[in-house]
C-alpha cells in the first residue's frame, strides 16, 4: 500500500522529460598504463568489472606481456594462429594501413625497435649496419596474411607487434560496450588515446580534449598546448619526445623506419589524429610522423576522414605547429 | 601547399625554452673538446673522499687521479684499492701533495674545521679546488675565503652541495621560477637516520680523528653534516638567505660523550620571500629520512635525492581540469596519491656528486664560475653557523649586511 502511494507520488512528481543523466567515472590501470572513462547515464549501466572483463580479454589477444596470449602464440608459432576477432580487426586494419602509407606503418617492426634498445631490454650501443639488415629480413607486413580463420607468416621470423594500434583499439571496444548498454555520451580514455561521443550533461557541452604539448617536463598544468571539441571520433597522438636515446653525441628517436632500419629522422615533434574511430586514428598517427612535415601534409590531403595536428621544429631549432581545416575547425576558442 | 600554415602556439616562448633548457642541460655534461684531463688529488681519504674517487673513475675522460692523502695510513691503503687508486701518488702531509707539480686540481674532504685552511692552502699553491660542503666551520673563515678566492679570478672553487647538481634540482628551480608552486610559504626539511653516525675506530686513540663529527671543536654536527644541502638549495633556488633564525637540540639519546647533538630543529625566516624554512635532524628515527617539501599557494613539491612529485593544490587542479579527456604520446601518469613524477629527461639520474664533478671540470677549463661557488657556499656556511650559534646557545640569531657577498 505505502509502495504504491510511493509509486504514484514518485510518477507524478517526476517531470515528463527525458530522465536526468549523471556522470559515471571508472579509472584503473590497464596495458601498462591508466584509463579514463566518464559516461553520461541514468544510472551505473557498466561497471569496473564490465571493463576489467573487456580489458583481460583484449590482453588474452593482443598482449605481448601476457605469456601465452594470442599474439605471442602466432609469433612463437612457425606459420600461424587461428586468430580472433580482436586479432582479425586490428591486423586487417594494420595491413590496410601498410598499404595506404607505403609501408611506413609496420606491425612487423618489433626485432628493429628491439635491437634500437627501445623495447624491455637494455642495449649498450646502436645496432651494427649488419645486424639491421639481417633483421630487415624478417620485417615487413606484406609477408603477413589473414587467410579464411587464419593470421599466417610468409617466414617464421616475423614478428608481430601491435602495441602501436591496440591502445586506440581498446578504447574503441570500450567505447563499443558502452554503446551496447544504450550509453550515447562519453570519453573512453587509455594511455593517452581516446574515443569520445555525445555531450556532457547537464551543460549539454561538447566533450573538450587537451593535446598535451611535447615536454621534457612531464608536468600538467602549462602543458595543454591546444583544446578541441569533439562530436564524436578517436583522437590519437604519436609523438618522438620523451622516448629517445642519446649514443654520445647522437639522439635516436624510439620510431624506426621499417623500411630502412634506422629511427626516422624529421622535423616532427608530434602528430595528433582525429579519426571516426582510435584504431584508424591510432595506425595513422605513427606512418604520419614518419612521413615528415611536407609529406604528411600532402598525404593528409588525400584523406578526408583524417584530421591532424602536427608539431614541428623548424630549421632554426624553434617549434611551430601547423593543422588541417578540419582539425582547425575543432578548436576551441579560450 | 594548401594548408594555411597558421601559427597556433600560444606559448612558444615557454615550450622553447622548456626544450632549450634541457639541452644546455644535455650541453653541460658533455666533454668540452680538446681540453686535457684534469690531474687531480685527493685529500682527505673518508668516506666522502673515496665516495668521490669512486665517482672519478666513471669520469676518466676528463679526471686522472694523481695523489691521495691522509694522515690515517689504513685509509690511504683502502683508497688505493678504489680503480686507478693505485696509480696515485700517496701522502700524509697536504703540503707535501700541494708541492706537487703534477697535481692541477684537489678535492678536499677534511674535516670541517680543516676546510678553509687547507682551502686557502691549496688556492696559495695555484691548484683548482673542489672543496665538500659545509664550506668553511665559520662565518670569519667563509668571509676571508671568498676574499681569497677573489684574488684568484683563474682558480676554481666549487663546494660540494652536490644534491643540487642533479637535473632534478636544476628543474625544481626552474619551476618555482615558473610558478608552478605559487607563492611559498612553508619549506619542510628532515634528514632524519636511525643511528649513532659514529664510525668504527680500530684504536682508541683515534676516536676524534675518525669521529669528528661528534666533537664541536672539528665539527657542525648535524646542521653542518645534513641540514646545509637543504638550505643552500633553497639560497640557491630563491636567490635567498635566511634574516632570522631560531633553533634548539640536544644530545637526547646518544649519551656516549658526545658534544654534537644528535637532536636539532632549526627555524629560519626568509623575510624578502615570507618564506619559514624548518630545518630537522634526529639519530634516533629513520621513518621520514631525508624529507624535503616546498608548499605554495598553488603547489607542493616533495623532494628526494633522486626523486621528485609535484602535488597541485585543488584550485590548481580546477584551473586545468576544465577539459574531459588529454590525448599525448606518452601519457603523463599520476601517481595513486596525486602527484605527477618530476622528470628530467629519458636518462635515468645519476648521482649528484656525477653532475657536480662534470660541473667542476667544465668551470675549471672555461674558467667560469661553478653554480656552486665560493659566494653560494659562504652563504650556506653562514646559515649554518647562525643555525648552530641558536641551537647551542639558545639566541635568534640575525642575519648581517658584511653576509651579502657578491
Same mark, same amino acid.
Given at each position: 500500500?505505502?509502495?504504491?502511494?510511493?509509486?504514484?507520488?514518485?510518477?507524478?512528481?517526476?517531470?515528463?522529460?527525458?530522465?536526468?543523466?549523471?556522470?559515471?567515472?571508472?579509472?584503473?590501470?590497464?596495458?601498462?598504463?591508466?584509463?579514463?572513462?566518464?559516461?553520461?547515464?541514468?544510472?551505473?549501466?557498466?561497471?569496473?568489472?564490465?571493463?576489467?572483463?573487456?580489458?583481460?580479454?583484449?590482453?588474452?589477444?593482443?598482449?605481448?606481456?601476457?605469456?601465452?596470449?594470442?599474439?605471442?602464440?602466432?609469433?612463437?608459432?612457425?606459420?600461424?594462429?587461428?586468430?580472433?576477432?580482436?586479432?582479425?580487426?586490428?591486423?586487417?586494419?594494420?595491413?590496410?594501413?601498410?598499404?595506404?602509407?607505403?609501408?611506413?606503418?609496420?606491425?612487423?617492426?618489433?626485432?628493429?625497435?628491439?635491437?634500437?634498445?627501445?623495447?624491455?631490454?637494455?642495449?649498450?650501443?646502436?645496432?651494427?649496419?649488419?645486424?639491421?639488415?639481417?633483421?630487415?629480413?624478417?620485417?615487413?607486413?606484406?609477408?603477413?596474411?589473414?587467410?579464411?580463420?587464419?593470421?599466417?607468416?610468409?617466414?617464421?621470423?616475423?614478428?608481430?607487434?601491435?602495441?602501436?594500434?591496440?591502445?586506440?583499439?581498446?578504447?574503441?571496444?570500450?567505447?563499443?560496450?558502452?554503446?551496447?548498454?544504450?550509453?550515447?555520451?562519453?570519453?573512453?580514455?587509455?594511455?593517452?588515446?581516446?574515443?569520445?561521443?555525445?555531450?556532457?550533461?547537464?551543460?549539454?557541452?561538447?566533450?573538450?580534449?587537451?593535446?598535451?604539448?611535447?615536454?621534457?617536463?612531464?608536468?600538467?598544468?602549462?602543458?595543454?598546448?591546444?583544446?578541441?571539441?569533439?562530436?564524436?571520433?578517436?583522437?590519437?597522438?604519436?609523438?618522438?619526445?620523451?622516448?629517445?636515446?642519446?649514443?654520445?653525441?647522437?639522439?635516436?628517436?624510439?620510431?624506426?623506419?621499417?623500411?630502412?632500419?634506422?629511427?626516422?629522422?624529421?622535423?616532427?615533434?608530434?602528430?595528433?589524429?582525429?579519426?571516426?574511430?582510435?584504431?584508424?586514428?591510432?595506425?595513422?598517427?605513427?606512418?604520419?610522423?614518419?612521413?615528415?612535415?611536407?609529406?604528411?601534409?600532402?598525404?593528409?590531403?588525400?584523406?578526408?576522414?583524417?584530421?591532424?595536428?602536427?608539431?614541428?621544429?623548424?630549421?632554426?631549432?624553434?617549434?611551430?605547429?601547423?593543422?588541417?581545416?578540419?582539425?582547425?575547425?575543432?578548436?576551441?576558442?579560450? | 601547399?594548401?594548408?594555411?600554415?597558421?601559427?597556433?602556439?600560444?606559448?612558444?616562448?615557454?615550450?622553447?625554452?622548456?626544450?632549450?633548457?634541457?639541452?644546455?642541460?644535455?650541453?653541460?655534461?658533455?666533454?668540452?673538446?680538446?681540453?686535457?684531463?684534469?690531474?687531480?688529488?685527493?685529500?682527505?681519504? #673518508?668516506?666522502?673522499?673515496?665516495?668521490?674517487?669512486?665517482?672519478?673513475?666513471?669520469?676518466?675522460?676528463?679526471?686522472?687521479?694523481?695523489?691521495?692523502?691522509?694522515?690515517?695510513?689504513?685509509?690511504?691503503?683502502?683508497?688505493?684499492?678504489?680503480?686507478?687508486?693505485?696509480?696515485?701518488?700517496?701522502?700524509?702531509?697536504?703540503?707535501?701533495?700541494?708541492?706537487?707539480?703534477?697535481?692541477?686540481?684537489?678535492?678536499?674532504?677534511?674535516?670541517?674545521?680543516?676546510?678553509?685552511?687547507?682551502?686557502?692552502?691549496?688556492?696559495?699553491?695555484?691548484?683548482?679546488?673542489?672543496?665538500?660542503?659545509?664550506?668553511?666551520?665559520?662565518?670569519?673563515?667563509?668571509?676571508?675565503?671568498?676574499?681569497?678566492?677573489?684574488?684568484?679570478?683563474?682558480?676554481?672553487?666549487?663546494?660540494?652541495?652536490?644534491?643540487?647538481?642533479?637535473?632534478?634540482?636544476?628543474?625544481?628551480?626552474?619551476?618555482?621560477?615558473?610558478?608552478?608552486?605559487?607563492?611559498?610559504?612553508?619549506?619542510?626539511?628532515?634528514?632524519?637516520?636511525?643511528?649513532?653516525?659514529?664510525?668504527?675506530?680500530?684504536?682508541?686513540?683515534?676516536?676524534?680523528?675518525?669521529?669528528?663529527?661528534?666533537?664541536?671543536?672539528?665539527?657542525?654536527?648535524?646542521?653542518?653534516?645534513?641540514?646545509?644541502?637543504?638550505?643552500?638549495?633553497?639560497?640557491?633556488?630563491?636567490?635567498?638567505?635566511?634574516?632570522?633564525?631560531?633553533?634548539?637540540?640536544?644530545?637526547?639519546?646518544?649519551?656516549?660523550?658526545?658534544?654534537?647533538?644528535?637532536?636539532?630543529?632549526?627555524?629560519?625566516?626568509?623575510?624578502?620571500?615570507?618564506?619559514? #624554512?624548518?630545518?630537522?635532524?634526529?639519530?634516533?628515527?629513520?621513518?621520514?629520512?631525508?624529507?624535503?617539501?616546498?608548499?605554495?599557494?598553488?603547489?607542493?613539491?616533495?623532494?628526494?635525492?633522486?626523486?621528485?612529485?609535484?602535488?597541485?593544490?585543488?584550485?590548481?587542479?580546477?584551473?586545468?581540469?576544465?577539459?574531459?579527456?588529454?590525448?599525448?604520446?606518452?601519457?603523463?601518469?599520476?601517481?595513486?596519491?596525486?602527484?605527477?613524477?618530476?622528470?628530467?629527461?629519458?636518462?635515468?639520474?645519476?648521482? #649528484?656528486?656525477?653532475?657536480?664533478?662534470?660541473?667542476?671540470?667544465?668551470?675549471?677549463?672555461?674558467?667560469?664560475?661553478?653554480?656552486?661557488?665560493?659566494?653560494?657556499?659562504?652563504?650556506?656556511?653562514?646559515?649554518?653557523?647562525?643555525?648552530?650559534?641558536?641551537?647551542?646557545?639558545?639566541?635568534?640569531?640575525?642575519?648581517?649586511?658584511?653576509?651579502?657577498?657578491?
Amino acid at each position: 500500500m505505502l509502495h504504491c502511494l510511493f509509486l504514484a507520488l514518485g510518477l507524478w512528481l517526476l517531470p515528463p522529460r527525458e530522465v536526468a543523466l549523471r556522470a559515471f567515472q571508472l579509472n584503473g590501470y590497464a596495458q601498462g598504463t591508466t584509463y579514463a572513462i566518464t559516461y553520461y547515464a541514468a544510472d551505473s549501466a557498466v561497471t569496473s568489472a564490465d571493463v576489467a572483463r573487456q580489458l583481460a580479454e583484449i590482453d588474452a589477444s593482443m598482449s605481448l606481456y601476457q605469456p601465452g596470449s594470442l599474439i605471442n602464440r602466432f609469433n612463437a608459432a612457425p606459420r600461424g594462429v587461428v586468430a580472433d576477432q580482436h586479432l582479425k580487426v586490428v591486423v586487417r586494419k594494420a595491413l590496410q594501413v601498410y598499404q595506404d602509407t607505403d609501408g611506413r606503418f609496420d606491425a612487423t617492426v618489433e626485432p628493429l625497435v628491439r635491437a634500437w634498445g627501445f623495447s624491455t631490454q637494455h642495449t649498450e650501443a646502436p645496432p651494427s649496419a649488419a645486424a639491421i639488415q639481417a633483421i630487415l629480413k624478417g620485417v615487413g607486413s606484406e609477408k603477413l596474411h589473414l587467410r579464411g580463420d587464419s593470421l599466417v607468416k610468409d617466414q617464421p621470423a616475423v614478428h608481430l607487434d601491435l602495441n602501436g594500434i591496440a591502445q586506440g583499439y581498446t578504447v574503441d571496444v570500450l567505447a563499443a560496450l558502452l554503446e551496447s548498454r544504450h550509453i550515447r555520451n562519453y570519453l573512453v580514455e587509455l594511455g593517452g588515446e581516446i574515443r569520445v561521443r555525445g555531450h556532457k550533461f547537464p551543460s549539454r557541452e561538447l566533450m573538450r580534449i587537451g593535446i598535451e604539448r611535447p615536454d621534457t617536463s612531464d608536468l600538467l598544468p602549462t602543458s595543454m598546448q591546444q583544446v578541441i571539441r569533439l562530436a564524436a571520433g578517436g583522437v590519437t597522438t604519436s609523438g618522438n619526445y620523451r622516448k629517445f636515446k642519446r649514443w654520445g653525441a647522437v639522439k635516436s628517436a624510439h620510431l624506426i623506419d621499417p623500411k630502412t632500419g634506422y629511427p626516422f629522422q624529421n622535423e616532427l615533434i608530434s602528430v595528433t589524429v582525429v579519426a571516426p574511430d582510435a584504431l584508424t586514428a591510432d595506425a595513422y598517427d605513427n606512418a604520419l610522423m614518419g612521413m615528415g612535415l611536407t609529406k604528411a601534409l600532402t598525404f593528409l590531403q588525400r584523406h578526408a576522414n583524417l584530421q591532424a595536428y602536427l608539431i614541428y621544429q623548424r630549421p632554426d631549432g624553434t617549434i611551430a605547429d601547423t593543422a588541417t581545416p578540419g582539425f582547425q575547425r575543432l578548436l576551441s576558442p579560450e | 601547399m594548401d594548408f594555411p600554415r597558421r601559427d597556433f602556439l600560444k606559448k612558444t616562448g615557454l615550450l622553447t625554452s622548456g626544450l632549450l633548457l634541457h639541452q644546455e642541460l644535455a650541453a653541460a655534461f658533455v666533454a668540452p673538446v680538446a681540453a686535457g684531463k684534469l690531474k687531480i688529488g685527493i685529500i682527505g681519504c #673518508g668516506d666522502r673522499g673515496t665516495g668521490l674517487l669512486k665517482i672519478l673513475q666513471e669520469l676518466t675522460d676528463k679526471f686522472e687521479v694523481v695523489a691521495l692523502c691522509d694522515d690515517l695510513p689504513f685509509r690511504l691503503t683502502a683508497a688505493q684499492k678504489i680503480g686507478s687508486g693505485a696509480k696515485a701518488k700517496t701522502y700524509t702531509d697536504y703540503h707535501a701533495l700541494l708541492d706537487a707539480r703534477t697535481v692541477d686540481a684537489v678535492i678536499i674532504s677534511v674535516p670541517l674545521n680543516l676546510h678553509f685552511q687547507v682551502a686557502k692552502d691549496a688556492l696559495a699553491a695555484g691548484k683548482q679546488v673542489y672543496l665538500e660542503k659545509t664550506m668553511t666551520y665559520d662565518i670569519p673563515q667563509a668571509l676571508e675565503l671568498v676574499r681569497l678566492a677573489q684574488l684568484r679570478p683563474n682558480q676554481t672553487l666549487q663546494v660540494g652541495h652536490q644534491y643540487r647538481y642533479s637535473p632534478l634540482y636544476y628543474r625544481v628551480k626552474e619551476m618555482i621560477k615558473q610558478g608552478y608552486l605559487g607563492k611559498v610559504t612553508q619549506i619542510d626539511c628532515r634528514w632524519d637516520r636511525n643511528g649513532s653516525w659514529r664510525r668504527p675506530v680500530p684504536e682508541p686513540s683515534l676516536e676524534r680523528k675518525i669521529n669528528w663529527r661528534m666533537y664541536r671543536e672539528y665539527s657542525g654536527g648535524l646542521a653542518a653534516e645534513l641540514l646545509s644541502h637543504q638550505m643552500d638549495f633553497i639560497n640557491w633556488a630563491f636567490d635567498t638567505h635566511a634574516d632570522e633564525i631560531f633553533g634548539t637540540g640536544g644530545i637526547d639519546y646518544y649519551k656516549d660523550g658526545r658534544e654534537t647533538y644528535d637532536n636539532v630543529q632549526v627555524m629560519a625566516r626568509y623575510a624578502k620571500e615570507g618564506i619559514v #624554512g624548518n630545518f630537522g635532524a634526529t639519530c634516533g628515527n629513520a621513518r621520514d629520512g631525508y624529507l624535503f617539501k616546498l608548499k605554495g599557494t598553488k603547489g607542493t613539491i616533495s623532494l628526494l635525492v633522486d626523486e621528485g612529485v609535484y602535488y597541485p593544490e585543488k584550485d590548481t587542479l580546477k584551473q586545468y581540469g576544465t577539459v574531459d579527456g588529454v590525448t599525448g604520446a606518452t601519457k603523463i601518469t599520476w601517481n595513486k596519491d596525486g602527484g605527477i613524477p618530476i622528470t628530467t629527461g629519458a636518462e635515468p639520474l645519476k648521482d #649528484g656528486s656525477w653532475y657536480a664533478l662534470n660541473d667542476f671540470y667544465r668551470a675549471v677549463n672555461e674558467k667560469k664560475l661553478p653554480d656552486s661557488n665560493v659566494f653560494t657556499g659562504a652563504r650556506a656556511a653562514c646559515t649554518v653557523h647562525l643555525a648552530n650559534h641558536a641551537i647551542y646557545n639558545h639566541t635568534i640569531e640575525k642575519w648581517q649586511p658584511e653576509y651579502n657577498l657578491t
